[in-house]
């Protein structure tokens, strides 16, 4: 099995910062990408931002110059730095990861972490 192991949710003020963390761990054989969702209320999960191993991101519109995420290979880890944080980015974060086995990939996702951003 893989466990993904997130932190660093909680309550911001508007313009605010919070940086999330995602560990995996587990009958890891090759992690390819890993990323980022998020789900609010009443709202279809989304993506938020991910990350190749080699380094390509891709970001949602909506946090385009306000997130970065970021990953460390050696350590099965990927962050989310999160700034000018809005009330729009009130949701549930989802880490998720695609393990490559021989061509086959799996996907597994963490348990979520809330993120609130009120004043």
């Known amino acids: 099995q893989v466990q993904l192991v997130e932190s660093g949710g909680g309550l911001a003020q508007p313009g605010g910062s919070l940086r999330l963390s995602c560990a995996a761990s587990?009958?890891?054989?090759?992690?390819?990408?890993m990323g980022w969702y998020r789900q609010a209320p009443g709202k279809r999960r989304e993506l938020v931002a991910d990350?190749?191993?080699?380094?390509?991101?891709n970001y949602a519109d909506s946090v385009k110059g306000r997130f970065t995420i970021s990953r460390d290979n050696a350590k099965n880890t990927v962050h989310l730095q999160m700034n000018s944080l809005k009330p729009d980015d009130t949701a549930v974060y989802y880490c998720?990861?695609?393990?490559?086995?021989?061509?086959?990939?799996?996907?597994?996702w963490g348990q979520g972490t809330q993120v609130t951003v009120s004043s």
């Open positions: 998720n990861i695609f393990d490559d086995r021989f061509g086959t990939y799996r996907s597994f």
């Open positions: 990350i190749t191993p080699g380094g390509m991101i």
């Open positions: 587990g009958s890891i054989f090759s992690i390819d990408v």
